[in-house]
């Protein structure tokens, strides 16, 4: 359980007693995560706002905060708070209380899982996405719950076309989502991020084959259909099922089937951005160069410990505890990184910022499908789409190996690839990971992969066949 | 910490089984079984098993439950009169069925010496320096044993006869079985897709 490894170091460093150290860790990523969680749909709900204004022909909120209504959020919140809480008399009170509760957990238990930059991401898992989509998949359980629980049938409606077509896009989702995955070999969110650095047109996972570049649109209607936005909010079609499974929610239970609706929107746009746009990367390297060069002053530095400890001690002597006995574990808190690291977090949110103001662009532009034209896309066509994709995905490196004989796209300058596998170890964030340098982790990436026949071992192996 | 958390989750999977053996309303035992399954998960990733963990959560809570409520919205007659009554041979028959599998339960963990686990080489966050214990499911997919090359590697064997060893292992893993199983499943799915399909005579096809 090490949800925040490198705070827990510094705090132990510090002399606190892990558990407290944990516990201090678990609640400050907690805050930062949950405050974000709260941010983006104030945010995103302004937009859709003034959006939409401005889609048809009007000016939106001009009033709360200011000049342009940017507070509106804020006021609709307060204002929500303020109504009667009201539970229909046919519903089932449990779980009609629980429904709302359970939809917003989900769609922040994503949140914790989504890297902002290459050091900021609450969990750090190496199977990261795969994480994600599952806790992304439970918000549905809380939408056919609250149809379910209501004891309306329009919100019974609502929760039978929600079940059916959330399940059905899921296949899909997580189908174009191994495009990219393959192309950078790993699950690990950070290192798919860190993968795409360098100039956009090579190194951008969207741009590194024909396939990758269909599936982002792919990935992006499922996605879309996924946070039941229109043209897929069948769920909650106003003009046929009232409010659909949320027309018997009232006041601040409607208000989470919101947040949980547009923070689900942030983060498969999150989601979009470090699979196919880059991550944290502008894509420029002249800009992105200083940046990097910022956080990779610490980062040099560890990776010289790697090296060091890699070739002086044989593997697996190292096991032992670096973690506790020495700091040289811990990285020192640095201004640079953190700029370089907060750098980062702004480009993401700023990309994913606009792939919500699509998503938002597409919901006023579309008319809504009919249910049965939504599960013929998905069904009919968005699944055989997404398999050819996926199989056109797993073809691109043999294509590649054949005829510019590397299986990447990828073009980092060599000073980076060599580091690479080092640097990403580091990267995957797990403290002891950093600690245990000549474990079995950066074991595996030196003299496992580079000699070995099978080079697909660690989650790093394109670094590594480059650096071949 | 990690015992308070042992004891959250564990409560919580016990509780909620509990509480589907005791609830009448169906749709409310699915709610208490995504309780005990999302604990389970979440016991799952305690023992830093991310893999099992989420994949128990995308199965068993994401699909199979929300299928179970999506069934039980399709099937009943009126909104919230769904309890569910179960006879006397019922009892019996699920009583057999449960104490056998607790038997075999009891038996299973009997049988492990939780001397040996204990006192192994790795704990809880080393297992997490190696990223969980996905990379071990993967390697052994593909047939190498992770547990046993660590072990090799911690030894010092040379670098070389480690690769030859990698380069001539005759093994193929889990990896056949596994992707029969999966072709099975895929050949599953579209056979009962073709069984489900609206079936429609020619001459009615006009109409529509």
Known sequence: MLPAASIVEHLTAAGLAPWLALTVAIVVHAAFVLAFFGAVPAVAIWLERKVSGRIQDRLGPTRVGGKFGWLQGLADGIKAIQKEDIIPAAADSMLFRMAPYIANIAAFGGFMLLPFSRDWVAVAADIGLFILLAILSLEVVGIVMAGYASGSKWSLFGGIREAAQMVSYEIPLALCGLVPVLAAGSLNLSVIGEAQQGWFLPNWLIFHSPFAFVAFFVYFTVATAGSKRAPFDLAEAESELVGGFHTEYSTMRWVYFMLAEYGHMFLISGVAVLLFLGGWWIGLPFIDGPVAALRAEDGRTVEREYGRIDVVDPVGETATPLLHSSTSSVLPFSLGNYIGNLIGAIVLTFKAMLLVIVQIWVRWTLPRLRIDQVMTTCLKYLVPISCALFLGGVLWPLTLTSTIGRTTLFDWPAAWSEATPLRFAAAQGAGAARGRGGDWESGSTTSLIAPSPTPSLSPSSPAAEIAR | ?208
Not at chain 2, 105 to 124: R, T
Request: overall charge neutral; some cysteine; aromatic content about 8%.
């Open chain 2, 1 to 208: 910490m990690t015992t308070f958390l042992f004891w959250l989750f564990a409560l919580a999977a016990c509780g909620g089984a509990l509480a589907v053996v005791i609830e009448k309303n169906v749709v409310r035992m699915a709610f208490w079984l995504i309780v005990s399954l999302a604990s389970v998960a979440g016991l799952f990733f305690l023992l830093g098993a991310d893999f099992v963990g989420a994949t128990q959560l995308l199965i068993y809570v994401g699909g199979t439950i929300v299928l179970l409520i999506f069934g039980v919205m399709l099937t009943a007659t009126g909104p919230l009169s769904r309890t569910m009554t179960v006879t006397r041979g019922e009892h019996v028959l699920a009583g057999v069925i449960g104490v056998s599998l607790l038997c075999v339960f009891g038996v299973s963990v009997l049988a492990v010496d939780w001397e040996e686990v204990e006192g192994g080489e790795l704990g809880v966050e080393e297992r997490y320096a190696d990223g969980g214990t996905t990379r071990p499911l993967g390697l052994k997919l593909i047939g190498i044993d992770g547990e046993k090359l660590r072990s090799e590697v911690g030894g010092r064997r040379s670098e070389a006869s480690l690769d030859a060893r990698l380069s001539t292992r005759k093994s193929t893993g889990y990896l056949l079985p596994f992707e029969i199983a999966s072709v099975h499943l895929l050949v599953v799915l579209i056979g009962a897709a073709y069984l489900a399909r609206a079936k429609r005579r020619p001459h009615e096809r006009n109409r529509h």
